[in-house]
């Protein structure tokens, strides 16, 4: 057991409370610092001489398994972060790249059961209500309050950049959970006092980072832009506080082993293409991260002669010779078209059970900077990221890896997967990492009878076996030529392919019953309260018509104090049962 | 088929992985090329920063830093004073991984045409959309993140123009190549992956040193090359630009720090020839070249 003690900032009386509350624990774990919200961070920093402490505003309970939990937290920072390397954990905060406020506690406003994290969030903005503080690492660094703020919110703040600055990371962590009652919200008059909050911490972050805008809870704090860090001969010692943020959220202090198994599917005549992706292979693969190990499943189509087929493994194989091919030739089956054959037998052929699946069609090609993100991959989630559509012309009789024109066309921002539910396939092939065992419990129960649009149905069935991570970062390039499958003139055999996988997501019971009916009898609710326009909003905003009813509706629905309806309504759309399994997990634990 | 060739790699030590693990071992795979003599050039001018081999396969490699910080130009300018390359040389991004015929390719297209000053290769995935006549290879710049160039040519007109400091030299060395009868080549073969930063890595919290030069930069041209007609057009560009209104003024006065004496002289001798090239010497836009 590490040495912890856990704070509270109250009154003595409060306390006594706070202890009654908290029936079962040992009392004496429980101390409180009377001096006020905001000397209680330079309190404990200067008093406390535990390695870790639990610090808790008065109006949080805590769990009764807090001791375990924070144990675990710990484990998990260290792994996350490097033992020496983190200074805080909490469990509500801005996180790093996406800047989306994840929220762990619960609070009775909301009344929304908060989503699991199954692995650690880097943080860039952080709340203070509980916090875990590494009292060792923040010790060893000297790290001190470089002034005190009013408020235990924009200390806890400051806490956070000094960490970054002294190279100690920031965390959020569901297994931080909490209850807070009585929480004070949306006071005007409290606002309107606070208009001047930031001023003191606008100066420290314009002396001391070189950004212009940081993300909070509500505003963004706007810095004056200074232009030093742009000159010549201007010497500029502040430092970039998001590229610093970034770096720590895609560091891996430990570093697993993470097998990635490339699929490419193939034929014959698509040298060009696979010229290409192979170039940016070879890339990609020289300069990953030593804990990163790559091997190329090439699944050759069962059209192609395998004699034929050697041939053109051979010459790949002796021209990249620095990476690991390994030839799949499909077997004819009879149940499954070769698209889904080749991916099938593809990952019957993986051993790793712990591995990982990126599936690159062979005329797309990946972004050499991606493996430093795969870090964040995880056995038990499905790693989502953007890829960039370039508009291309071939030449036929070329046998040459470049095209003979090409532009930078869409990106494909996968931020917004959730719309797979409603039918869009917005999230390319080449745009999802998956954990091989997930893929293997598709394969395992389902049959999957389509063509093309396999890609979008095995997306949409791998959610039920693991939630998505959306990483904010283009891992690929997808080549449009005009004449690929999807822009095909008559799009019969592909609109059937479309409905067979459609028909297998519906019947699988993709879409909880519960969850719907659960929704649908809060919509009710809050419609027998509504009137008039507000009521058909509501109507609309149920029905599916998210985008822009969801845009015009949300400040209307937010005065009739509809808030949490909408957050629900939200929530189900964007995460669908995924969303209510994972809540009920957090509570659970 | 070139038995050697000269390169120079202007780089710093936060590059030189970029360099170990893709560029050098991309030269080594370039067809019919025996030597390359690859010079790095530490820009930041903070002490050596290649501590390995000398030679690696057919790449012999030397590090030439000075001690002092110099731009991208500055640094090229450097490196042919320092080495004097006869005949031609290659200029290189250190964040570039080359295709196998890339050299080859270069050297064919600078050796079809006469009176070459400067070939671009093919910049891939995210070419400038600047477009190339197919007959001639003609195009109206060259970007200088792999640059085959004329050792005669890059001597008679003095090298770069070291007051850019970054980005946009190339534009100038370019429409230099021109006003002195230097055609500006466009290599379609000659592949090179450059997978530049600003496509994925800009943030909206921040600015960037290539956001920051090339607006200045873009100025300077403006007013080199048109005087002050083309730096009042210029001035209206970048006040239409999407930027903030302070970065656009950090970018007024950055340019009116410059003493601009040496683009007045410029402009004034050679503004006859320049409306000549009209078709390649132009501002189509902001930072607009083509």
């Known amino acids: 057991m590490e040495q912890i003690t856990i704070k509270y900032c109250t009154t003595e009386d409060e306390l006594e409370k706070i202890r009654d509350e908290h ?39 805590l769990p009764r398994n807090i001791f375990t939990i924070i144990e675990d937290v710990i484990g998990r920072a260290n792994d996350q972060f490097g033992t020496e390397l983190w200074s805080i954990i909490g469990n509500y905060g801005v996180e790093s790249m996406t800047h989306k406020t994840l929220k762990y506690l619960r609070d009775r406003r909301s009344q929304i059961l908060p989503q699991s994290s199954i692995n650690m969030r880097t943080a860039e903005w952080i709340d203070g209500r509980v916090i875990l503080l590494n009292l060792k690492n923040i010790r ?33 962590d569901s297994l931080l959970y909490v209850y807070c009652k009585n929480e004070k919200r949306d006071n005007k008059d409290e606002d309107d006092e606070e208009s001047g909050k930031y001023k003191d911490i606008t100066n420290y972050l314009q002396k001391n980072f070189i950004n212009h805008s940081f993300y909070t809870f509500s505003d963004d704090i706007i810095v004056p832009f200074s232009d030093e860090y742009l000159q010549r001969d201007v010497r500029d010692n502040r430092n970039d506080f998001y590229g610093m943020v970034k770096k720590k959220a895609t560091h891996s202090a430990v570093a697993n082993k993470k097998e990635i198994n490339i699929i490419i599917r193939t034929q014959l005549l698509r040298d060009d293409f696979l010229n ?21 499943l090439l699944a050759i189509n069962n059209v192609v002669d395998q004699a034929k087929g050697n041939v053109l493994l051979t010459e790949l194989q002796q021209k990249y010779d620095d990476i690991q091919i390994e030839p799949i030739f499909i077997e004819s089956d009879s149940k499954q078209y070769p698209r889904v054959a080749a991916l099938k037998q593809s990952i019957d052929s993986i051993k790793n059970d712990d591995s990982f699946v990126w599936l690159v069609d062979d005329d797309d090609f990946i972004f050499p900077h991606s493996f430093n993100f795969m870090n964040l991959l995880h056995k038990n989630i ?20 470049l095209p003979t024109k090409f532009k930078r066309g869409k990106l494909f921002d996968t931020a917004e997967y959730y719309k797979t539910l409603e039918g869009d396939n917005n999230v390319p092939v080449c745009s999802v990492i998956y954990p091989v065992s997930v893929l293997q419990k598709v394969f395992d129960g389902y049959v999957l009878y389509g063509d ?23 891992i690929a390039g997808i080549s449009y030529r005009g004449t690929n499958t999807v822009h095909d003139e008559d799009r019969t055999h592909w ?71 909408v957050k629900y309504a939200y929530l189900y759309k964007k995460y669908g049962r995924g969303y209510f399994r994972d809540g009920i997990e957090s509570v659970e634990q | 088929m070139r038995d050697k060739i000269t390169v120079f790699c202007s780089v710093s030590a936060d590059e030189i992985e970029n360099v170990r693990t893709w560029l ?34 057919k790449v012999v490699i030397k590090e030439i830093s000075d001690e002092k910080q110099m731009g991208f130009g500055e640094s090229h300018n450097f490196a042919f004073e320092k080495i004097k390359p006869t005949d031609q040389f290659i200029i290189i991004n250190p964040d570039v991984s080359l295709h196998e015929g890339c050299f080859d390719a270069l050297g064919e297209c600078y050796d079809k045409s006469e009176n070459v000053g400067v070939v671009e290769a093919c910049q891939v ?49 370019s429409w230099r190549s021109w006003l002195t009868g230097y055609k500006v080549l466009y290599c379609p073969d000659a592949g090179a992956y450059h997978f530049t930063g600003g496509h994925f890595d800009y943030r909206d919290d921040r600015f960037y040193l290539e956001q920051y030069w090339s607006a200045r930069n873009f100025l300077v041209l403006a007013y080199k090359y048109f005087g002050q007609a083309g730096l009042n057009k210029a001035r209206r560009y970048l006040n239409a630009s999407h930027y903030p209104k302070e970065f656009k003024q950090s970018i007024l006065n950055a340019f009116d720090a410059i003493d601009t004496q040496s683009y007045e002289k410029f402009y004034k001798e050679n503004k006859d020839k320049i409306s000549e090239f009209d078709k390649k010497i132009k501002i189509t836009g902001f930072n607009q070249y083509h």
């Open chain 2, 24 to 57: 050098i071992p991309s030269l080594n795979r370039q067809k019919n090329i025996n030597e390359i003599n690859l010079y790095f050039i530490n820009y930041t001018g903070n002490g050596i920063i290649w501590d390995g081999d000398t030679r690696i396969g």
């Open chain 1, 495 to 565: 609109s059937h392919s479309y409905a067979t996988f459609m028909s297998e997501v519906v019947n699988s019971g993709h879409m909880n019953n519960m969850s719907y009916d659960y929704l649908e009898a809060e919509m009710n609710a809050e419609i027998k309260r509504i009137t008039g326009e507000k009521k058909s909003l509501l109507r609309q905003l149920f029905s599916g018509q998210l985008g822009d009813v969801m845009n015009k509706s949300v400040p209307i629905l937010r005065e009739e104090g509809v808030v949490a309806f």
């Open chain 1, 23 to 61: 029936v079962g624990f040992n009392e004496s774990v429980f101390s409180h610092i009377d001096e006020g919200e905001d000397k209680f961070l330079p309190h404990i920093l200067n008093e406390v001489s535990s390695d870790y402490v639990l610090i808790c505003l008065e109006n949080v309970i």
């Open chain 1, 382 to 401: 499905l790693f989502v990221a953007n890829s960039l559509i370039f508009h291309e012309e071939w030449s036929d009789d070329k046998k040459s890896s």
């Open chain 2, 125 to 173: 995935p995210f070419e400038h959309p600047k477009g190339y006549d197919k007959k001639t290879n003609e195009t109206v710049w060259a970007s200088g993140f792999l640059l085959f160039v004329n050792s005669d040519f890059f001597k008679k007109v003095g090298g770069f123009d070291p007051s850019f400091w970054m980005y946009c030299e190339d534009v100038d060395l």
């Open chain 1, 140 to 172: 060893t660094k000297n790290i001190t309050l470089p002034y005190v703020e009013k408020s235990h919110e924009l200390n806890t703040a400051l806490l956070l950049f000094e960490s970054y600055k002294n190279d100690l990371a920031v965390g959020i």
């Open chain 1, 452 to 474: 093309y649009a396999e890609d979008f149905t095995i997306f949409l069935l791998a959610q039920q076996y693991a939630p998505v991570r959306h990483v904010p970062v283009t």
């Open chain 1, 276 to 296: 290409r992706l192979f170039d940016t292979i070879r890339i990609s693969q020289a300069s990953a991260p030593t804990y990163i190990s790559l091997r190329v």
